[in-house]
């Protein structure tokens, strides 16, 4: 199976800031990562796909990117509606798998 | 707009079957772009893909839970289901099924409000 590491597992961060979120994937899976968005008791909603195409109707604040096998998720510029879980997911290979997921919190 | 819910019984004994029913409404089941998948995630963890089927049919599944697992589809009535059999207490976990699209680089959209199952006797 493919693992995705994500880090950090929780970050801090006050409206304005700029938020990176990594991912990290065991081996090469071109740009085949989607990323989620997860308020608690609500189902996660897409953000990104294909690494760094932004789902339609997702603010443009919200950015992805790929560096060798580090993925990113960018947050430009922090609301307050921003504060929840994301995950990361690769889509290269069977068993599809997500990352373990960061919670960004009010600082 | 495309919408699922997940529908299926909230408490579930060791040892038995669960069974749980994704209703697609607001578009079409059948699609050779999408594919329908069921995600689980425990209480305060992370997302666990489960398994995916088309709407031909074919499915694919997620080898940790594979010998237990059923994924099945009904196009005449807008539904797909799951069943795991053999349960324990570590299949306690919020169900969710979503749309998956088709292809590497496919992400998960619209997805079900979620039903969680508790497994206890």
Redesign the interface.
């Known amino acids: 199976?493919i693992q995705m590491t994500q880090s950090p597992s929780s970050l801090s961060a006050s409206v304005g800031d700029r938020v990176t979120i990594t991912c990290r994937a065991s081996q090469r899976i071109?740009?085949?990562v989607?990323w989620?968005q997860q308020k608690p008791g609500?189902?996660?909603?897409?953000l990104i796909?294909?690494a760094s195409t932004l789902?339609s109707g997702v603010p443009s604040r919200f950015s992805g990117g790929l560096a060798g096998t580090d993925f990113t998720l960018t947050i430009s510029s922090l609301q307050p509606e921003d504060f929840a879980t994301y995950?990361c997911?690769q889509?290269?290979i069977?068993?599809?798998?997500?990352?373990?997921?960061t919670k960004v919190e009010i600082k | 707009q495309l919408q699922l819910q997940e529908s299926g019984p909230g408490l579930v004994k060791p040892s038995q079957t669960l069974s749980l029913t994704c209703t697609v409404s607001g578009g079409s089941i059948s699609s050779d772009t999408h594919y329908w998948s069921w995600i689980r995630q425990p209480a305060g963890k992370g997302l666990e893909w489960i398994g995916r089927i088309f709407t031909n049919g074919n499915t694919n599944y997620n080898p940790s839970l594979e010998s237990r697992l059923t994924i099945s589809i009904d196009t005449s009535k807008s539904q797909f289901s799951l069943r795991l059999s053999s349960l324990t207490a570590a299949d306690t976990a919020v169900y969710f099924c979503a749309r998956g699209t088709v292809g590497r680089g496919g992400w998960f959209d619209p997805w079900g409000q979620g039903t969680l199952v508790s497994v206890s006797s």
Do not use: C, E, M, N
């Open positions: 199976d071109s740009t085949y989607s989620y609500r189902a996660p909603k897409v796909y294909s789902q995950y997911q889509s290269y069977i068993p599809l798998t997500f990352g373990g997921g």
